[in-house]
């Protein structure tokens, strides 16, 4: 029993000679950090402040050339029984819906489509990664072209041409939604691309090389092995997507202003109203704090559940 003893106390004496100490000392780090200090500041001054400016205007009557007052939850309650809140949001939902329904899927399919290539994988990777490199206003102006409602346009002479009538792309409520979701797909294509073939040369070509000894064809080795492979990466687009697609600005703003009949009016174009044109920066901030906890809220619950799901 004592030699047991023994020999246990001197295996712990031995562990705890032979744990490295860790000891923090700043004279080791004061250079690293003299290195991070200016992205530090600049992260602080243009990220960090500006958010908690916004959480303080948002409980004020804010005035730039006097003394902003305290007014509590008064910019919040203007905002909830604003008729622009519902109509915002619901927007908002119906562009994600649609964003998702349209655009999600197809970068999936054509990642998978060019990494099966065996010949001019570069050359498809070129092509549609284009897009992604034209300034966005350059592509709203094209796209408008495109959207023209008259004959004139691109999309109605190609319609002409099979028989159909000319729409009003962006003029129609019932169109202008799917529309504007389509040109977004187009412009953003490219990079989400990228990232799904990124994904794949990450996969060990010895999975699909065993597939095909065992005879799996290649439908098999997309499903069994391609997309459980790719299900990290598509849950970071998909809350990536989400999350840009409710804060869609500059399309609606140089194309429709929100119309036709507030059909295209999102919170942060509400945002821009309240704050540019009404110089209500209370009531902005109030708009800009809860676009903040909703997204925050949406990611959070999102990643609760694929983790519970995993």
Known sequence: MEVSMNSESASASFKSRTRPRFRFRWSDQISA????????????????????KTVIFSFQNVSLNGTSTFVGFNNFERMLIDPAFTVAWRNSILFATLSIAM?????????????????????????????TVIPITVTLLIWR????????????????????????????PLLVRESIIVLLTWANFGSTLLIYLAALQDVPSEHYEAAEIEG???????????????YPTMITTFILQ?????????????????????????????????????????????WSLSLIIILGLFSAVYLRITRRAD
């Open 242 to 286: 989400v999350i840009a697609v409710v804060q869609i600005f500059t399309e609606p703003f140089l194309l429709t202003k929100g119309g036709p009949g507030n059909a295209t009016l999102t919170p942060v174009l509400v945002i821009y109203n309240k704050a540019f044109l009404n110089n209500d920066f209370g009531l902005a901030s109030a």
């Open 33 to 52: 950090y003299l290195f991070l200090a200016p992205a530090l500041i600049i992260f602080a001054v243009f990220a960090w402040f500006p958010i908690v």
């Open 216 to 230: 799996a064809n290649p439908f098999q080795r997309i499903v069994y092995i391609t997309f459980p492979s790719l």
């Open 103 to 131: 655009g999600f899927l197809i970068p999936i399919i054509v990642s998978i489509m060019v990494n099966e290539m065996r010949l001019a994988q570069g050359f498809f990777r070129l092509v549609y990664f284009l897009p």
């Open 145 to 172: 072209l495109i959207y023209k409602p008259d004959n004139n346009g691109f999309l109605n002479a190609a319609l002409a041409l099979i028989g159909g009538h000319p729409q009003s792309w962006l003029q129609d």
